[in-house]
């Protein structure tokens, strides 16, 4: 799948600063952050539509998304904690219809040290 | 709140059979949509299908098709003539009723595991 790039494809953290890239070559107007930990279900973070955050789901403060562009997604995270280690995926959709269909990234694999 | 569950966790198959992966939901909204999409093993998150709940018809993309229950609030993803291939986890998903052009948040089952052996 090379619609929606994401990187890095893995990140291993102390208590560094890093960032999350996503980008998506499908002209759509939603993205969004999903974290999926082990064994679990992929979990919604974070939603931009046209570039406006439309859901912020309860995540820690650390984590702070950015939408520079519609094509783009980018997710800071700081001070990290054991319990983040996780894949995270970026998605995207078309944003206009109820019916619509999710494009996901390959993920970022976060392993925190 | 919406809620969808998948009871089943893991299920073995022989190769060129048929399996049927389960699916309840709740949810207050009386428009709705339904999805199946499946992960393999590398991660990747595909889409399969949909339903959409004020069609009867149960749909069907190749030879993964829905068998949709509406009053019992089920909706269950049929393979047939599975392959090795197929062997992944499977989610069950719903999508929140939310106003147009404001994207989708869906709800996600725990997913269950499918292996086809030969």
């Known amino acids: 799948n090379t619609k929606i790039t994401q990187s890095p494809r893995y990140l291993i953290l102390g208590r560094a600063n890093k960032s999350l890239e996503c980008e998506q070559h499908?002209?759509?107007?939603?993205m969004y952050w999903y974290k999926q930990s082990a064994e679990k279900p992929p979990e919604l973070m974070f939603l931009?539509?046209?570039?406006?955050?439309?859901r912020n789901e309860t995540v820690p403060s650390r984590f702070i998304p950015e939408c520079p562009d519609s094509s783009k997604l980018l997710l800071h995270i700081s001070a990290v904690d054991p319990e983040d280690s996780a894949v995270y995926f970026c998605?995207?959709?078309?944003?206009?219809?109820?019916?619509?269909?999710?494009?996901f990234g390959h993920g970022t694999k976060l392993s925190v040290l | 709140a919406q809620k969808v569950t998948q009871t089943q966790t893991s299920i073995s198959v022989m190769e060129k059979t048929t399996v049927t992966m389960d699916c309840v939901y709740e949810?207050?909204?009386?428009?709705?949509?339904l999805f199946w999409y499946k992960q393999t093993a590398s991660g990747e998150i595909v889409f399969l299908i949909r339903q959409d709940s004020y069609k009867k018809e149960n749909a069907t993309v190749g030879h993964y098709s829905l068998n949709f229950q509406k009053p019992k609030s089920s909706i269950g993803l049929i393979i047939t003539a599975t392959q090795i291939e197929d062997s992944a986890v499977y989610f069950c998903?719903?999508?929140?009723?939310?106003?147009?052009?404001?994207?989708?948040?869906?709800?996600f089952g725990k997913g269950a595991k499918l292996t086809v052996s030969p």
């Open positions: 931009y539509n046209l570039k406006q955050l439309i």
């Open positions: 998605a995207s959709s078309h944003g206009q219809g109820y019916g619509e269909r999710l494009f």
């Open positions: 949810t207050q909204d009386s428009s709705y949509f």
């Open positions: 499908l002209g759509h107007n939603a």
């Open positions: 998903a719903m999508r929140e009723g939310e106003a147009q052009g404001t994207g989708s948040k869906l709800s």
